[in-house]
């Protein structure tokens, strides 16, 4: 069997895939001394007894603990006069002025971040040897700071590591046993703040992360041994090199959904596709073209919407590749507030403990979950699978508090809640589409997440889409992810230099180079290499633009003027112009993926499913609105969807309820995936 667990915010989803293709979920809150348990009982529905071959992880353990400001206690050692690295930052802000924006505050507090005496030239000559007794001095005082890991990140020291690599053997002999991360192996890039700040991130998350899947690997281990983890770039890897690498798994868990959403639209022959994920306490949002996610090499944890929209680059920036995703606060469990009279919600979320105030586990604030209950959208006595009771009459207590507040009833108000949250996942859908130069019409929106069905239509129809996708599993999708995903790791190479000064031969011999050591590494971790994929890319940009454009490495027989025309055309179709001025090679990419066990969605079948009591021509009363009012809907399940069905409907499966509004319409696309249109 193959295991796979994703933890979210709000609710853990449990997936356990036989070797005969047959499915076992569940859907649990995400109440971590109950994890374990419900892994276990999930692999027994499946095979008592049966033989994990692999249990595969998707978290949110990394970026949690950024945001939060709770990883381990960490010094940092710069070169003299770089102290203030991390305030200072890279002097970005806001796209437009907005007043009450601040930076997050540094992951390392001034008085631990700690200067050494020595300096590399631009060029990578050394300009001043490093003063090592005032080096050891440094990491002393760190030590007796009561640091559990140490961050070093010296000036071009991406260009030549000696020094680095001097200071990693001083710390050894300081402090034997002590963590420790090099900015050289970390990120060898140009740019001292977001090498910076990659490097503190991969460091401070280290001890947080050993703990976590030291705890995690001991409650697994008597049913199987081998843990991977999803990376942000939506391949798997050892939790070994995860527990060296935790910069990669900072969006662990919203990679696995696109990337299940990115092999549906392969497998279903949909070229343009915009996946929603909405969970209970985040909302997620790609872009898929032919099947692949859109890729960025940068992440910012953190991240906040300012009145001028979406701002990537304003939290901490973590320079890995990672699937294009914007992710807004604005899930199921987000909390209802009003500030000023204004309605917010999010992103504060109920979390699982104690949740929303209708699952009856001591919440008190009106949540997006509690709305929708209210509404009618979500089923008032039981949902998943009927092992969650539903306490409606607390909900629309506390939303008959809010409209007290406003002015207005508990119906107007819950309805008013929902639409302030698909007003933000909005935002995330037209960042990833409109702000990147993509028509939103031209794709079909494909929701799932325990919540995403429910806001799917209203979503589509506010960004001018008329077909919306809901996969199999919807509720379980991104533990669906984890199973398709395959073994990945990716390597750097600092260039630069100006296209015109390098040799073609000299751009090869380095991606060789980055092959044995990505082979390298891929056997030191039990991956057999012998069927590994490579593929090259290279990061070109002007002399004088600041960001860097990521092409897949041409062919030809002078490399360099290859490189060159592929970035003028590329330039030309993505700005609209040709751009003057030198062409600099920056970095050479290489990714180096080795296929997993390959798994065909359409094969999959479910076991020990719950046969549900619908019967044909139940309804339920759903407000849609102050236009629209009360309407009777029919309550329908996925069996139940022979040709077309109008609006309005409300389908419920075990992990996820589906809302149909008036003048949509739904039908079935092969076994259980639901086409819903606009009339």
């Known amino acids: 069997m193959r295991i796979a667990f994703d933890i979210g915010g709000t609710f853990t989803d449990v997936l356990a895939l036989g070797d005969d293709r047959r499915l076992a979920t569940a859907k649990v809150l995400s109440l971590i001394d109950r994890v374990g348990d419900d892994i276990v009982e999930t692999l027994h529905r499946l095979s008592p007894g049966g033989k994990v071959d692999r249990f595969v992880h998707g978290t949110t353990i990394c970026s949690n603990a950024v945001i939060e400001n709770k990883v381990a206690v960490t010094g940092l050692l710069t070169t003299k006069g770089f102290r203030d690295v991390l305030p200072l930052r890279d002097q970005r802000g806001?796209?437009?002025?907005?007043?009450?924006?601040?930076?997050?505050?540094?992951?390392?507090?001034?008085?631990?971040?700690?200067?050494?005496?020595?300096?590399?030239?631009?060029?990578?000559?050394?300009?001043?040897?490093?003063?090592?007794?005032?080096?050891?001095?440094?990491?002393?005082?760190?030590?007796?700071?009561?640091?559990?890991?140490?961050?070093?990140?010296?000036?071009?020291?991406?260009?030549?590591?000696?020094?680095?690599?001097?200071?990693?053997?001083?710390?050894?002999?300081?402090?034997?046993?002590?963590?420790?991360?090099?900015?050289?192996?970390?990120?060898?890039?140009?740019?001292?703040?977001?090498?910076?700040?990659?490097?503190?991130?991969?460091?401070?998350?280290?001890?947080?992360?050993?703990?976590?899947?030291?705890?995690?690997?001991?409650?697994?281990?008597?049913?199987?041994?081998?843990?991977l983890i999803m990376q942000s770039n939506g391949g798997i890897m050892t939790s070994d090199v995860m527990r060296r690498r935790p910069m990669f798994m900072v969006e662990s868990g919203p990679a696995a959904g696109a990337l299940a959403a990115a092999r549906f639209a392969a497998e279903a022959g949909l070229k343009n596709v915009l996946s929603f994920d909405m969970g209970g306490t985040t909302a997620k949002a790609c872009l898929i073209r032919d099947g692949i996610p859109l890729e960025k090499s940068r992440v910012s944890v953190g991240a906040a919407t300012t009145a001028g929209g979406w701002s990537q680059d304003l939290g901490h920036v973590v320079r890995v590749p990672s699937i294009d995703l914007v992710e807004v606060g604005a899930g199921g469990g987000s909390i209802a507030w009003i500030e000023g009279g204004v309605l917010r919600v999010g992103p504060h979320s109920a979390g699982a403990d104690p949740g929303p105030v209708c699952y009856a586990r001591g919440g008190t604030r009106p949540t997006v979950t509690?709305?929708?209950?209210?509404?009618?959208?979500?089923?008032?006595?039981?949902?998943?699978?009927?092992?969650?009771?539903?306490?409606?009459?607390?909900?629309?207590?506390?939303?008959?508090?809010?409209?007290?507040?406003?002015?207005?009833?508990?119906?107007?108000?819950?309805?008013?809640?929902?639409?302030?949250?698909?007003?933000?996942?909005?935002?995330?859908?037209?960042?990833?589409?409109?702000?990147?130069?993509?028509?939103?019409?031209d794709f079909v929106l494909m929701a799932f997440g325990g919540a995403g069905p429910i806001h799917a239509a209203a979503l589509a129809e506010s960004i001018g889409i008329d077909k919306v996708v809901i996969p199999a599993y919807p509720g379980l999708f991104s533990a669906l992810g984890l199973l398709l995903a395959d073994f990945r790791v990716d390597h750097i190479a600092a260039m630069a230099k100006p296209l015109d000064a390098i040799d073609g031969k000299t751009i090869l011999a380095?991606?060789?180079?980055?092959?044995?050591?990505?082979?390298?590494?891929?056997?030191?971790?039990?991956?057999?290499?012998?069927?590994?994929?490579?593929?090259?890319?290279v990061d070109v940009r002007y002399a004088h633009q600041l960001d860097e454009m990521s092409l897949n490495l041409p062919e030809g027989a002078n490399l360099p003027q290859a490189i060159k025309q592929l970035y003028v055309d590329t330039h030309k179709r993505e700005f609209g112009f040709e751009g003057t001025g030198q062409a600099m090679l920056i970095n050479l990419r290489l990714r180096a993926i080795v296929p997993s066990d390959p798994v065909e969605l359409s094969s999959l079948q479910e076991v020990g499913a719950a046969q549900s009591d619908r019967k044909e021509g139940d309804t339920r009363d759903i407000y849609f609105g102050p236009q629209r009012g009360m309407l009777k809907a029919k309550v329908l399940t996925r069996a139940m969807i022979t040709g077309v069905r109008q609006g309005p409907a409300v389908i419920e499966d075990p992990d996820t309820t589906i809302v149909i509004p008036p003048g949509w319409s739904v039908k079935r696309e092969g076994p259980l995936n639901l086409i819903i249109s606009k009339d």
Request: some cysteine; aromatic content about 4%; hydrophobic content about 40%.
């Open 94 to 227: 806001p796209s437009s002025p907005t007043v009450n924006w601040q930076a997050p505050d540094p992951l390392i507090p001034r008085p631990l971040c700690l200067e050494v005496d020595e300096r590399i030239r631009a060029d990578g000559q050394v300009d001043r040897m490093m003063d090592e007794a005032g080096a050891r001095a440094q990491i002393r005082k760190l030590v007796d700071g009561g640091v559990e890991a140490i961050a070093v990140c010296l000036i071009n020291s991406y260009l030549n590591p000696v020094h680095e690599k001097r200071l990693g053997e001083l710390i050894e002999e300081e402090a034997p046993g002590l963590m420790y991360c090099l900015s050289a192996d970390v990120n060898p890039e140009v740019r001292e703040y977001p090498r910076t700040s990659t490097t503190v991130i991969n460091t401070s998350l280290r001890p947080v992360v050993t703990r976590y899947l030291d705890t995690l690997e001991a409650k697994l281990s008597p049913h199987g041994s081998d843990l």
């Open 370 to 441: 509690d709305a929708n209950v209210v509404l009618g959208n979500i089923s008032p006595q039981v949902i998943g699978n009927g092992k969650l009771r539903i306490d409606r009459a607390a909900a629309l207590e506390a939303y008959e508090k809010l409209g007290k507040e406003l002015g207005i009833d508990a119906l107007q108000a819950a309805f008013g809640v929902t639409q302030v949250a698909n007003a933000v996942m909005m935002r995330a859908l037209r960042a990833v589409s409109i702000e990147r130069g993509f028509d939103p019409r």
């Open 510 to 537: 380095r991606f060789v180079g980055l092959e044995t050591a990505a082979r390298e590494e891929l056997d030191r971790t039990g991956v057999k290499s012998a069927n590994v994929r490579f593929e090259r890319k």
